[in-house]
């Protein structure tokens, strides 16, 4: 299957600094990038989407002006966590979708485990 | 009400037990559905796509009531291996896909 690679897979930060996450797709085009947020035994929550050369469309609830979402080219999405705070804490995970075929699998990366001290 | 429901768990099952888990979702216009495998501090993993007239892959079983509005994973003769949290996931149109809270499932020797 296709591969997503994020960067860093582990961050642990202070206070009011910023965090960015690169979120790759290694061998093929994203059209699409997904960021989801993951709390302690909950499931997947879906921050925002991007496309490549467009705004994000964030879904209700999550700050634009905190999230900042950057879908510069077909293969890489960033994603950057402004002056953080310990309950911005979690688990972030990126997708993609797009492929030679289409298609509607989503690809995750890793996940990036953000600790905010 | 939220887009996709799933029964949290934990579902503990010796080895070798059939077990299913059911997943509703409420918006009827939703297009797609899969079955997502998530281990413990990983990123999900596509199990399977679920088709109308319901689609097996090996011991896994997935089928899909439209009309009710809801999807199903039967997973028989499970394996230590099959410990994980199954995520049920539907898309609607465009690029929106809704994820459910995802079922435990620990396979006891």
């Known amino acids: 299957g296709a591969v997503v690679s994020q960067h860093p897979s582990r961050v642990i930060c202070k206070s009011g600094t910023s965090v960015k996450i690169e979120c790759r797709s290694l061998?093929?085009?994203?059209?699409?990038m997904f960021w989801y947020r993951q709390f302690p035994k909950q499931s997947l929550m879906l921050m925002a989407t991007?496309?490549?050369?467009?705004?994000?469309?964030?879904e209700q609830g999550v700050e634009k002006d905190k999230f900042l979402i950057n879908h510069a080219s077909l293969t890489l999405s960033t994603l950057t966590v402004t002056s953080a705070h310990p309950e911005d804490s979690s688990f972030y995970i990126c997708?993609?979708?797009?492929?030679?075929?289409?298609?509607?699998?989503?690809?995750f990366g890793p996940g990036t485990r953000l600790t905010v001290l | 009400r939220k887009e996709v429901e799933q029964d949290p768990g934990p579902f503990n099952v010796p080895e070798g037990a059939t077990v299913a888990f059911n997943c509703t979702y409420s918006?009827?216009?939703?297009?797609?559905f899969f079955w997502y495998r998530q281990d413990c501090r990983k990123e999900p993993k596509l199990l399977m796509s679920?088709?109308?007239s319901g689609n097996e892959d090996g011991r896994f079983t997935a089928q899909l009531n439209r009309a009710s509005q809801y999807i199903s994973l039967l997973i028989r003769d499970s394996k230590l291996s099959d410990s994980a949290t199954y995520l049920c996931?539907?898309?609607?149109?465009?690029?929106?896909?809704?994820f459910g809270t995802g079922t435990s499932l620990t396979v006891i020797p």
């Open positions: 679920v088709y109308s």
């Open positions: 997708s993609a979708r797009g492929s030679p075929g289409g298609g509607n699998e989503q690809f």
């Open positions: 991007s496309n490549e050369g467009s705004k994000a469309t964030y």
């Open positions: 061998d093929f085009q994203a059209t699409t």
């Open positions: 996931v539907v898309k609607r149109g465009g690029n929106q896909f809704y």
């Open positions: 918006n009827s216009a939703s297009q797609s």
